[in-house]
């Protein structure tokens, strides 16, 4: 469910553009009927519209994990929660963990990069197909070996 993009020295995971055209076009739909049925203007459809994808792009579009040459970097909200420069990362391995949320426990797949320092940086990559994960851990490996 998530995009991935491959260019051979940059990996990005975020959201596809799939991911964010199918909403905008329902809520295009949506915003059509809103005007005709319910009378309301253009100019307030368009606004209420152009809010709800602002807030859509912004939701999707401002998530994602860039593994480049240097670091790797997750943002939520276009904002940086975390940042790791692979010159302190000693290890990368795929591993299942288990994930506990809303009361249910599941198993799912992590990128752990272990640090010099004793400490981990896991990154969820469920979501991603095998073959995907396999290409990370094979990238974050490289990165390491590098250093």
């Known amino acids: ?34 005007h005709r049925d319910a009378g309301w203007s253009w100019l307030r459809v368009g606004f209420g519209f152009g809010l709800f994808a602002a807030f859509l792009c912004a939701y999707y579009l401002g998530d994602r994990i860039v593994f480049g040459p240097a670091h790797v970097r997750e943002t939520v909200w276009f904002r940086e929660v975390g940042r790791v420069e692979w010159r302190h990362v000693q290890e990368a391995k795929l591993e299942s963990r288990e994930v506990t949320g809303d009361g249910q426990r599941w198993s799912a797949m992590h990128l752990v990069l272990a640090l010099r320092t004793g400490d981990e940086w896991t990154l969820d990559v469920d979501g991603l197909g095998s073959v995907r994960q396999l290409r990370l851990l094979e990238f974050a490996k490289a990165q390491v070996a590098r250093r």
Do not use: K, N, Q, W
């Open 1 to 34: 469910m998530f995009g991935f993009s491959d260019s051979g020295y940059l990996i990005t995971i975020g959201a596809s553009f799939g991911d964010v055209a199918l909403p905008l076009a329902l809520g295009a739909v949506v915003a059509f009927f809103v």
